[in-house]
Nanobody, 125 residues
Framework: QVQLTESGGGLVQAGGSLRLSCAAS????????VGWFRQAPGEQRAFVAA????????YYGDSVKGRFTISRDNALNTLSLQMDSLKPEDTGVYYC??????????????????WGQGTRVTVSS
C-alpha cells in the first residue's frame, strides 16, 4: 500500500508564496497521473493541478493558472506544487493524489487511488 505524505503548508499573507511537497513511500511505484486537490471549509474537494508521471504534461484549474506550478521528480517519487501570488481564496487543505489508471478525467477525484493526509494552507488578507 503506497502512502503519500504532504508537507509545506502554513500561513502566508496574500501575494506570498508557498511550496508544497508530496513524497510516496514506495519508490518503485509508477503512477500514471498525479495531482493536487484542495478543500476549503464547507466546500467539496476541488481540482488544483495534475501532471502525467511519464511525460510531464500539466493541467491546471482555472483559478490557479499562471500562479501555481506543478512538478514531479520521477527518481525520488515526489510531487511538488509551487504556489505564487497567493490569494485568500486559496485557503484550504491541500491533498496530493496518485492514480495508477490510464485515461479518465484528471480533474475527477475518483480517478485517484492514493491520497495524502492533507496539509493546511491559510492565506491572510
Amino acid at each position: 500500500q503506497v502512502q503519500l505524505t504532504e508537507s509545506g503548508g502554513g500561513l502566508v499573507q496574500a501575494g506570498g508564496s508557498l511550496r508544497l511537497s508530496c513524497a510516496a513511500s514506495e519508490r518503485s511505484f509508477n503512477p500514471y497521473m498525479v495531482g493536487w486537490f484542495r478543500q476549503a471549509p464547507g466546500e467539496q474537494r476541488a481540482f488544483v493541478a495534475a501532471i502525467t508521471w511519464a511525460g510531464g504534461r500539466t493541467y491546471y484549474g482555472d483559478s490557479v493558472k499562471g500562479r501555481f506550478t506543478i512538478s514531479r521528480d520521477n527518481a525520488l517519487n515526489t510531487l511538488s506544487l509551487q504556489m505564487d501570488s497567493l490569494k485568500p481564496e486559496d485557503t484550504g487543505v491541500y491533498y496530493c493524489a496518485f492514480s495508477s489508471r490510464m485515461g479518465g478525467s484528471y480533474y475527477y477525484a475518483g480517478l485517484y487511488d492514493y491520497w495524502g493526509q492533507g496539509t493546511r494552507v491559510t492565506v491572510s488578507s
